[in-house]
T-cell receptor
Framework: GAVVSQHPSWVICKSGTSVKIECRSL??????MFWYRQFPKQSLMLMAT?????????EQGVEKDKFLINHASLTLSTLTVTSAHPEDSSFYIC?????????FGPGTRLTVT | DAKTTQPPSMDCAEGRAANLPCNHS???????VYWYRQIHSQGPQYIIH?????ETNEMASLIITEDRKSSTLILPHATLRDTAVYYC????????????WGAGTKLIIKP
């Protein structure tokens, strides 16, 4: 299957700062990418869907001004958590669709202190 | 809301077949059943998917009932590395083929 990378794999930041997470598809051109977050012992929650070259579509309850998504190319999408707070601490996972399959990155563990 | 229901946890002895059930009684005719697993603190890993026929690959087998209201994922010879949360998902045919995630089944393989 396709390979998806995320960087960084984990990050610790102070409250009020911004953090950027990169998601790259290494061997596939992804027109649509998904961003999820996962709190401890919970399932994945879809945050937003982004299509290359257009604005992301956010799920209900996800603040678009706080979670900035940029899907600038077919192989790169970024999620920026702006003015992070401790409640934003979570596991963030990117994903993209390739035909009938969906491929996931390894995730980024964000801890806001 | 997730369109699937799974038992919250299961145990299986190492070397035995692990059979993970899933109910999806409201599945539509053109919706696929997908199985993923997530090992602790990792991204989900694709296992298998099917529409109405049984499917098999190098990882597992998927058995879908004739009425498509339930399915079973079979790991034929479970190993300790198969300990993970297994998600049964119905792929919703929205414009972006969204996966709706349920709570999954925590499978623990015991030596």
């Amino acid at each position: 299957g396709a390979v998806v990378s995320q960087h960084p794999s984990w990050v610790i930041c102070k409250s009020g700062t911004s953090v950027k997470i990169e998601c790259r598809s290494l061997d596939f051109q992804a027109t649509t990418m998904f961003w999820y977050r996962q709190f401890p012992k919970q399932s994945l929650m879809l945050m937003a869907t982004s299509n290359e070259g257009s604005k992301a579509t956010y799920e209900q309850g996800v603040e678009k001004d706080k979670f900035l998504i940029n899907h600038a190319s077919l192989t790169l999408s970024t999620l920026t958590v702006t003015s992070a707070h401790p409640e934003d601490s979570s596991f963030y996972i990117c994903s993209f669709t390739g035909g009938l399959e969906q491929y996931f990155g390894p995730g980024t563990r964000l801890t806001v202190t | 809301d997730a369109k699937t229901t799974q038992p919250p946890s299961m145990d299986c002895a190492e070397g035995r077949a692990a059979n993970l059930p899933c109910n999806h009684s409201t599945i539509s005719g053109n919706e696929y059943v997908y199985w993923y697993r997530q090992i602790h603190s990792q991204g989900p890993q694709y296992i298998i998917h099917g529409l109405k026929n049984n499917e098999t690959n190098e990882m597992a087998s998927l058995i879908i009932t004739e009425d498509r209201k339930s399915s079973t994922l079979i790991l034929p010879h479970a190993t300790l590395r198969d300990t993970a949360v297994y998600y049964c998902i119905v792929r919703v045919f929205t414009s972006n083929y969204q996966l709706i995630w349920g709570a999954g089944t925590k499978l623990i393989i015991k030596p």
